[in-house]
């Protein structure tokens, strides 16, 4: 027949012929991926067919005529027959039992390794060169022949190794079903079958029809072969339903009653212990197999027991004896596990142990005790067992369940059944060592489908294992990490775990998941409260990047949940970097200015993300300008940030004030403050002073505030009208926020001093008693908080205003309120800001006191006597003063605060104090005065002590001072050895204008001569 085949293949044109080839070529390469069993060396064969396909087009292609040459025709005709054979060992094993093929491997590996060798033949008879073929594909060919016919190819390593282990059980007559439960796991892990007992018991079934068909081909030897492995796997208790197994169970239950004794003759004469492998020897008696092996391996040659000469050393295995062994072991098995109910049941710790080792014994010892265990009942009771106030039986149980459910699906589905889940989690939030065992357990419960679902499910598990992460036991840490790995192919068990501070399983749900869970991530991150820790947690594990990409390429639902938890994110300084780092600002600013349907939520979780971007730019260290890049360069940003203000609802509008004002509250960002006045942000922003809703009000005050820095009053004086001043004074009276309140002031502060418009205005606004009234603002017992202290600070510079020297008028006003007495407690106690404030205003009102002081009357009439006992004059001014008419600081007693405030060294706190008593040494004819009032408050001291410590505006200050003391000779005499050092080193090291006054001291003090060049 294949004759014929070939005959008529042969008188068939060679052009049918190769793209017949090329074809069968292609099928059969394309048919590989569906076989059972040595994937990767029918793989391998696919390699080369595809390599052979290039190689036969082109021989089509090249017309080849039909010729006489026999030779080309005699290699196309058996390279088709190769490809048939092929075809025929790739449907074998695609159709045929997986047990079969394995069984078969080296034989279908062998096969192959013959197919690839003959094609390589066949390649190699064809007569290439004379077909006008490429030189690359002719040296090509040549090489894949080569290759072919020498390729060699072996069995996996994991098939060969369970062939020798099958080989030496029929030759061991290994019947024990643990053994053969191992080979059948073995075999199932190796081709692919589920190991459940009903894919198991399906794919034996099918492996015994293979036997019966090879009956009937009449094949004895593989018949045979066949029997005796199946013999060997049917022992596999692995593959026997749970029915079966109960059934197994009750049968032995029921034949054994009490323990049985062993039989004299199941005990090793050598080990005198009862046998697991008995063999037989040339005497007839039976020994332990490992015992006699041994006897005979120490050079015996007699039998033990008769002591005779032994004719040969064989050994056979007794398979009655062992049968009859281990029957009476199963039976005394299932009478122990029917009497441990009783003793787990008894209340009694000793017995309830007991019961335990026992039963895990017996579970360490034969996977089907673990299924009669559970057919007495016990799973329920071992459950119960878990609520038990010792420790000891708690943690014992838990071993024990946990070798009940090893491999056991039934076993751990009825554990859960029974309540088991619920306490075991409890068992996790106690000590170490039982939280250990607990969390092994929930791990092998964990790899039924069903059980992980529940154990998710159950309140606190993944909180305790999270915290069981950070434990110092090393096994529980491990246990816990895969049991939350196997927990998160749930998504709700994923939000439960970022909620628990466990991120990674969310990030790579955000990184890989599909578009559904992305957007389930990241909703659940919008929505969660997390701390500053957990923020910074989730940007250093990655999680900013891919909630970024899904605002830019994500759809509508992919872009509100990535704009939620990027708000969540953005509220932590830290954030800001990375978040800037991987390109959020440019679509926030996209959504912002898009002038399509854009859904108003997304534009307002936007300006909030960007608000809060820009605001953690205030704490943050690094540069705005180097951090926003060229991104808010361009004038036209800003520009429609701030065109969007009027177009907004309220919502958007405070978000994209608090944005503005993150960008330009940075001492590094005047040029983007330069660019929002240039845009007219100053005037846009006034008529916010007046709207109700606060947030928006707040936030356009504060950038107002911060917009009429750098010089820039004298704009926002330009705009300024009587309305708007009076809002501003209504939201000193009626706003609650110290912060919006100090922003009104600094306002305030802002415009030009000079003014007088302004000026006028606010008196007409009412504004003074208001600022005044801010002054005396009272803290807790503990003190005025820090937004207080700002608020005194800026009514403090706000007041200044209202005390210039050039305005008598003004200033009696602002006494008549009571001021002075404020401004003296405020440079006793408030903050280096406000005693530089306070001080600065005492000393404008000092430098009035001179004109405004009253000469006092000498009563020289005949009617002195009738008259009052004249008035004493001022001990500084010299004539009649007060605090209110003349604001003197001697009757205020601000002395001795202004000298303690020398000691102040932030924001030049001492300076402005030296100013304010500098006032005092004005007048020449008074001098004397004034240096005896500083003196007598320790002054000098501290004017000598800033020579050396003080700021070069102190000490510049401070020389000019001593120059003016030194006149008066009493205290050039007491003080002047004292500064002498410091005003030698000031002309040798200070300034232009300290160094000629140094040296006139130092002329006072006769250090110098009068015409020294210092002068």
């Known amino acids: 027949m294949l004759l014929g085949s070939i005959s008529n293949t042969m008188l068939t044109p060679l052009a049918e012929v190769l793209t017949r080839l090329i074809m069968e070529f292609a099928q059969t390469a394309f048919a590989v991926k569906d076989v059972l069993i040595e994937k990767e060396t029918f793989k391998e064969l696919a390699r080369y067919l595809e390599r052979i ?51 078969n491997c080296r034989m279908v590996v062998k096969e192959i390794q013959d197919i690839t060798r003959e094609i390589g033949r066949c390649l190699s008879s064809i007569p290439m060169a004379t077909l006008g073929l490429s030189i690359e594909t002719l040296a090509n060919t040549a090489q894949l022949q080569r290759d072919m016919q020498q390729v060699q190819f072996k069995a996996a390593v994991a098939e060969e190794a369970i062939m020798e282990k099958i080989e030496t059980g029929i030759r061991d007559h290994r019947i024990d079903s643990e053994w053969a439960n191992g080979l059948l796991l073995q075999i199932a892990q190796a081709v692919g079958v589920p190991v459940d007992p009903i894919s198991l018991r399906q794919e034996l079934e099918s492996f015994k029809q293979e036997k019966e068909e090879a009956q009937l081909r009449k094949s004895q030897a593989e018949a045979m072969q066949l029997h005796q492995i199946i013999e060997l796997l049917v022992q596999a208790d692995a593959a026997t339903s749970e029915r079966e197994k109960d059934s197994m169970y009750q049968i032995k239950k029921s034949a054994g009653g009490n323990h049985l004794p062993a039989l004299q003759s199941f005990y090793c004469p050598i080990t005198q212990e009862v046998m697991q492998e008995p063999v037989e020897i040339a005497s007839g008696q039976t020994f332990e197999r490992s015992a006699i092996e041994k006897w005979f391996s120490a050079g015996h040659h007699t039998c033990p027991t008769t002591k005779v000469e032994l004719d040969n050393l064989e050994i056979k295995l007794n398979l009655a004896l062992r049968q009859s062994i281990q029957e009476w072991r199963e039976r005394n098995t299932a009478s122990s596990i029917a009497a441990s109910k009783p003793k787990l049941l008894s209340g009694n710790e000793e017995e309830v142990s007991s019961a335990l080792r026992e039963l895990l014994s017996l579970c360490e010892e034969r996977c089907l005790h673990k299924y009669w265990i559970a057919a007495e009942g016990l799973i329920p009771v071992l459950v119960k067992l878990l609520q038990s106030g010792q420790r000891r039986i708690r943690k014992e149980t838990l071993a024990t369940l946990r070798s009940l459910a090893v491999d056991n699906i039934g076993n751990k589905e009825k554990i859960a059944e029974a309540g088991g889940i619920k306490q075991v989690v409890r068992s996790l939030a106690r000590d170490v060592g039982e939280g250990q065992q607990a969390v092994a357990l929930l791990l092998e419960l964990s790899e039924a489908p069903n059980v992980c679902e529940q154990i998710g499910k159950t309140q606190g598990c993944i909180l305790l294992l999270v915290t069981m992460l950070n434990s110092e036991n090393l096994h529980a840490i491990q246990d816990a990490r895969k049991l939350l790995e196997h927990l998160s192919n749930n998504d709700q068990n994923v939000v439960q775990m970022a909620e628990a501070n466990h991120f990674s399983p969310l990030i790579l749900r955000l990184s890989e998941g599909s578009d559904m869970t992305k957007v389930l991530m990241a909703s659940a991150l919008s929505r969660m409260g997390l701390t500053e820790t957990s923020k910074a947690a989730l940007a250093q594990q990655g999680a900013i990047p891919p909630l970024v990409k899904m605002i830019c390429y994500g759809k509508l639902e992919a872009k509100a949940a990535a704009l939620g938890a990027l708000q969540n994110l953005s509220t932590l300084p830290e954030n800001r970097e990375p978040m800037i780092e991987a390109g959020v600002i440019a679509p926030l600013l996209q959504l912002l200015f898009s002038v399509t349907s854009v859904v108003m939520s997304l534009k307002e979780h936007a300006a909030a993300t960007l608000a809060n971007l820009t605001m953690a730019s205030t704490t943050a260290k690094t540069n705005i300008n180097d951090m926003f890049g060229n991104i808010l360069e361009p004038d036209e940003t800003i520009f429609q940030l701030l065109s969007l203000l009027n177009l907004a609802g309220p919502v958007i509008q405070g978000h994209l004030l608090r944005a503005l004002l993150g960008m330009s509250s940075l001492p590094s960002a005047r040029d983007v403050r330069e660019k929002m006045r240039e845009g007219g942000a100053i005037q846009l922003l006034l008529p916010f002073c007046e709207v109700p809703d606060n947030e928006v009000r707040i936030h356009a005050i504060k950038l107002l505030n911060c917009l009429s820095g750098d010089g820039a009053g004298k704009e926002l004086a330009d705009h300024l009208g009587l309305t708007y001043l009076k809002a501003l004074v209504k939201i000193l009276v009626d706003s609650n926020g110290d912060a919006e309140k100090a922003a009104v002031l600094g306002i305030i502060q802002n415009t030009p001093v000079s003014d007088t418009h302004v000026t006028q205005l606010l008196l007409q606004a009412e504004a003074l008693p208001v600022i005044v009234s801010l002054l005396k603002i009272k803290g807790a017992k503990s003190g005025p908080s820090a937004s207080q202290n700002v608020l005194v600070e800026s009514a403090a510079g706000a007041l200044l205003r209202f005390t210039v020297s050039d305005n008598l008028r003004l200033q009696q006003m602002t006494a008549n309120l009571d001021v002075i007495p404020i401004l003296v407690q405020l440079v ?51 004539g009649i003063c007060s605090v209110k008419s003349t604001f003197c600081l001697v009757l205020a007693d601000a002395i001795c605060p202004l000298v303690l405030a020398l000691e102040e060294k932030g924001d030049s706190a001492d300076e402005a104090a030296l100013d304010a008593l500098s006032t005092l040494l004005n007048e020449e004819h008074k001098l004397e005065n004034g240096v005896q009032v500083i003196a007598e408050a320790g002054g000098i001291k501290q004017i000598i002590r800033l020579l050396t410590v003080g700021s070069v505006g102190a000490k510049e200050k401070a020389v000019w001072m001593l120059e003016k003391i030194f006149r008066v000779e009493k205290y050039k005499t007491e003080y002047g050895s004292t500064a002498q050092m410091p005003l030698i080193d000031m002309t040798q090291k200070g300034t232009n204008t300290t160094k000629p006054l140094a040296a006139k001291i130092l002329a006072h003090l006769n250090i110098l001569h009068n015409q020294s060049s210092y002068f």
Request: proline content about 5%; glycine content about 6%; some cysteine.
């Open 53 to 103: 396909r290039p190689i036969l087009k082109e021989m089509s292609e090249k017309n080849v005529k039909d010729t006489p040459e026999k030779t080309m025709q005699q290699g196309l005709v058996s390279l088709e027959g190769q490809i048939k054979k092929a075809r025929s060992l790739i449907s074998m094993c695609t159709s045929k039992s997986r047990i079969y093929l394995l069984v």
């Open 828 to 878: 006793q106690t408030g903050t280096s800001r406000a005693k530089f404030e306070a001080a600065s205003a005492l000393r404008q009102l000092s430098e009035s006191s001179w004109k405004l002081t009253m000469p006092v009357m000498q009563g020289q009439t005949c009617f002195a006597c009738f008259l009052p006992a004249p008035k004493i004059g001022c001990s500084v001014h010299g």
